[in-house]
């Protein structure tokens, strides 16, 4: 695949994920996906993916995420995105809080035989968990 089609397809997977459809996880995922991210303590799987978004699309249903910047170079594509949503549900063992927060995302995807093979995402939990209130923000 080019490097625009390696384009393509990532904001076609940010456009899936706007549409909570875990499902594209299945198309559009290599079978040996892994997915490396500092809010999850071990590196994600396929399926476990999969299940990670599907509750996210619970907790946080109005979730969307914007591509900011994309570049990308062999088969690497690399993307700072911003994250939107409010909490209604139970997140990660964290009760719904009914807070908006806006954080931003680096993402550095690997393509191969167009799907997305490999992903390492750099979250802004900090300032996630600040503007949902369950740690204390700057000077408080």
Not at 7 to 19: I, Q, S, T, V
Not at 106 to 117: E, L, N
Request: proline share 4%; hydrophobic share 40%.
């Amino acid at each position: 695949m080019s490097i625009e089609d390696n384009k393509a397809l990532m904001r076609r997977w940010h456009d899936e994920m706007n549409r909570h459809n875990a499902g594209a996880c299945d198309e559009l995922l290599a079978d040996d996906y892994v997915e490396h991210n500092n809010m999850s303590p071990q590196p994600l799987n396929k399926a476990a993916a999969k299940e990670l978004l599907a509750s996210l699309f619970v907790a946080i249903p109005d979730m969307h995420r914007e591509i900011v910047e994309q570049v990308a170079e062999g088969d690497r594509v690399v993307e700072r995105l911003r994250y939107t949503g409010t909490q209604r549900g139970e997140m990660m063992r964290i009760p719904a809080t009914g807070r908006s927060a806006s954080f931003e995302t680096v993402m550095i995807s690997r393509i191969k035989d167009g799907k997305i093979a490999e992903i390492y995402a750099l979250l802004d939990s900090m300032s996630f968990m600040q503007q949902l209130g369950v740690i204390p923000g700057p000077g408080a």
